[in-house]
Nanobody, 115 residues
Framework: QVQLVESGGGLVQPGGSLRLSCAAS????????MGWYRQAPGKQRELVAQ???????IYADSAKGRFTISRDNAKNTMYLQMNSLKPEDTAVYYCNVLIVGNGYWGQGTQVTVSS
């Protein structure tokens, strides 16, 4: 059974940093492309960053230069380091893996950027 568990969200002031984690179980983690998505109130879920099994990364324009996605295959964990956070980064952040055409999601972790 695929399970993805996000953690690390919270309330942070503009300009601050957070590090999100996604712990995966039930999958052969190292062979899959993993992604971070986010969904703000009233908006569609959008891709933030993605990391392939080999380490290649893709970032949304909004994340470039501020966010860094990484993975530790030994720990079956993916990370998202978020720096220089802005109020518009406020959203629920979700971990995702696509396996044989099926997308699996975690429960999400809330990130709120506010003074």
């Amino acid at each position: 059974q695929v399970q993805l568990v996000e953690s690390g969200g919270g309330l942070v002031q503009p300009g601050g940093s957070l590090r999100l984690s996604c712990a995966a179980s039930g999958i052969f983690f190292s062979i899959y492309t993993m992604g971070w998505y986010r969904q703000a109130p009233g908006k569609q879920r959008e891709l933030v960053a993605q990391i392939a099994s080999g380490g290649n990364t893709i970032y949304a324009d909004s994340a470039k230069g501020r966010f860094t996605i990484s993975r530790d295959n030994a720990k079956n964990t993916m990370y998202l380091q978020m720096n220089s956070l802005k109020p518009e980064d406020t959203a629920v952040y979700y971990c995702n893996v696509l396996i044989v055409g099926n997308g699996y999601w975690g429960q999400g972790t809330q990130v709120t950027v506010s003074s």
